[in-house]
């Protein structure tokens, strides 16, 4: 502890002996930014030449109490710093008011002296811009009493536009297409010349904005109801404006006759979202194809002769929207099966069962006389529309077959086995009652099945089903039908079979005798009665397969079988529509299929 005064000591008399850094030291600490920092910072390059004689000379336990002294001089300044900024802070602020002060009035010098520059430039410039601004003038002048001398042809130039205006507004086509012919030729005239004249300009702007208005107003006249006449004198002054080529002059024709066309669609749209009016929707569409789109596309082929391309194509969007409309409204659901009709089908089935057999051969009928006209310019849709009528009628039939077989199934479940007693007027009145409904039933026992309950409601709910096809009989409906109508036989007899296994029915009881006697009626009554509405619906070739039916219930339903040959003098006279379905060829054509409805119409 002696020792460390004579160190401090002899720190500082090296100090004084070596008062500036090396200039060395100092390059190998700052390296090759040294050159720079004593142009930049000479203030750091001072501090640093002041200080590393002081770190150089410092021994070791100096060096390691040198930045707790450095924190300890930070700190000391750092309280001096505040004490001085407290104690002369009047005299910090009245400097900072005084310096802003003069740098105002150093500012609002400046200024004045620019302003006194600009002032006293050359007059010879002033005198320059006046010169200029009395060439100007003097041919401002002349061109002046140039326009005074031709003020009348310049005021009948400047109210064309205004007279183009009031043509097209009034309608006055042949008058507004001379006007601008004769524009046209002027602004030739001027652009030949190579002049530019802002009037003209503006004059051209505005005679190619009436010539706009023109032709949207000719438009405009294709979007209401016009015949051919019209049509051909409004694309007449069309090709005359000369605004478009003729393919884009076919586009134009057919879409905005096309939006005159969705104005009835949307008639069409609002009538089949009401409640009730579906088929007259579905009508009102196809007689809008045979009307409006005929006349449309007539029209067409008459204006455009050489090119049925675009047509074609317009005729395919407006087939597709009423096929769209019967795909949604009359085409059953893709997955309806027998327990959705009964439990309740899907919304789109829901939408069709508003039609029935009637609306939808009123519906097949205006099809048809539509794709009939149509086909005069080669849109004849209806071999793609069948299908869907055919889809919904078997559908709704087979909806009416299972509903059907589910009132017997449960007419049996409830049924006590005591027969009716509406035909127990006498053996003659029986005799005669049998005669008087054989032939309006197909069968002359057809009355023996409203003994029992059960079979005369099968009987009644499976008539409903002929009567809805004789409204609408279509011939490719045959086939389908009647293996329904087998299917519904081989159903009924195993719901009879399963009625004799789960009923008790004693062998000579009054019970087990009424249940032979139905399935008897069944056998020779029920099945031949459907046999022979198939064959009078749909001819000869719709054929029901009795035979295997009875041979079925042999031998626990019925002891022996029973062979029906229909009688041919109960056959009844079949209508017209029935005729035409006999006579149509078995094969998968368009005439097959409507031919229960060409005898009646004739296409116009």
């Known amino acids: 502890m002696s020792s460390e005064p004579d160190l401090e000591g002899f720190q500082r008399a090296w100090r004084l002996r070596h008062g500036g850094a090396d200039e060395e030291l100092l ?3 700052f390296g090759e930014e040294f050159q720079e920092l004593q142009k930049t910072n000479p203030t750091l390059v001072d501090t640093a030449r002041s200080y590393f004689p002081h770190l150089t000379s410092s021994t070791y336990e100096a060096l390691a109490r040198e930045p707790d002294n450095l924190r300890i001089e930070k700190d000391r300044c750092e309280r001096e710093m505040e004490q001085l900024a407290v104690q002369n802070y009047g005299a910090f602020i009245g400097s900072a008011k005084v310096t802003q002060a003069v740098r105002q009035e150093l500012s609002s010098i400046q200024q004045h002296l620019d302003e006194m520059a600009k002032i006293l430039e050359p007059v010879e410039d002033t005198v320059a811009q006046i010169k200029e601004a009395a060439t100007a003038l003097g041919k401002r002048r002349g061109a002046l009493r140039n326009v005074l001398q031709q003020h009348g042809p310049l005021l009948e130039l400047l109210e064309l536009p205004q007279l183009l205006d009031a043509c097209v507004r009034n309608q006055m086509y042949e008058e507004s297409l001379e006007l601008l012919a004769f524009c046209s030729n002027l602004m030739q005239a001027h652009e030949a010349r190579g002049e530019e004249i802002g009037v003209l300009g503006s004059i051209k702007e505005q005679v190619e904005i009436q010539r706009a208005n023109l032709r949207e107003s000719l438009t405009a006249q294709l979007k209401t109801d016009i015949h051919l006449p019209a049509c051909v004198r409004i694309v007449g002054f069309l090709r005359r404006v000369r605004r478009q080529s003729e393919h884009e002059l076919k586009e134009i024709f057919l879409v905005h006759r096309g939006k005159f066309l969705e104005g009835h ?6 009538l089949r979202q009401s409640r009730g009016s579906v088929g007259a929707a579905l009508r009102n569409a196809a007689d809008l194809l045979r009307t409006h789109v005929y006349d449309i596309g007539t029209q067409y082929k008459a204006l455009f002769p050489q090119d049925d391309g675009p047509l074609s194509s317009w005729l395919s969007r407006q087939v597709w929207w009423l096929v769209s409309l ?3 409204h009359i085409m059953p659901p893709p997955n309806a099966t027998g327990t959705e009709a009964q439990g309740g089908a899907s919304a789109s089935s829901a939408s069709a069962s508003r039609i029935d057999a009637a609306q939808l051969t009123t519906v097949l009928r205006q099809c048809l006389h539509a794709s009939s006209t149509l086909k005069r310019l080669g849109a004849h849709f209806f071999p793609a529309v069948q299908g869907i009528f055919e889809a919904r009628m ?4 087979k909806e009416m077959l299972d509903t059907a077989l589910l009132t017997f199934h449960s007419e049996l479940g409830r049924y006590d086995w005591v027969p009716s007693t509406a035909l127990s ?3 003659s009145a029986g005799a005669e009652g049998e005669a008087a409904g054989g032939a309006g039933f197909l069968h002359p026992q ?7 309950r059960p079979l005369a409601v099968l009987t009644n709910n499976i008539i409903q089903v002929f009567n809805e096809l004789r409204q609408c009989t279509l011939y490719g409906l045959r086939a389908n039908i009647v293996n329904n109508c087998y299917e519904l036989a081989v ?5 009879l079979r399963s009625v004799l296994a789960s009923q008790t029915l004693q062998p000579g009881s009054p019970k087990a005798a009424e249940f032979s006697k139905l399935c008897r009626n069944f056998a020779d009554i029920l099945l031949p009665l459907i046999a022979s509405h198939l064959e009078a619906l749909f001819g000869s070739g719709a ?3 009795v035979g295997s039916v009875v041979a079925a219930m042999v031998p626990d339903l019925i002891q022996a079988e029973v062979e029906y040959e229909l009688p041919a003098d109960t056959l009844p006279e079949e209508p017209e529509t029935v005729a035409a379905a006999e006579t149509a060829p078995p094969a998968h054509s368009a005439q097959a299929t409507y031919a229960a409805f060409a005898a009646e119409q004739q296409p116009t």
Request: hydrophobic share 40%; aromatic share 0%; charged share 25%.
């Open 27 to 29: 390059k190998q600490v």
């Open 265 to 270: 669609k949307a008639q069409v749209e609002l």
């Open 326 to 328: 019967l795909r949604h």
């Open 394 to 397: 078997e559908h709704h039939c």
């Open 425 to 427: 007027g006498g053996s």
């Open 446 to 452: 057809a009355l023996e099945l409203t003994r029992h």
């Open 491 to 495: 159903a009924a007899v195993n719901l």
């Open 543 to 545: 054929r029901l397969d």
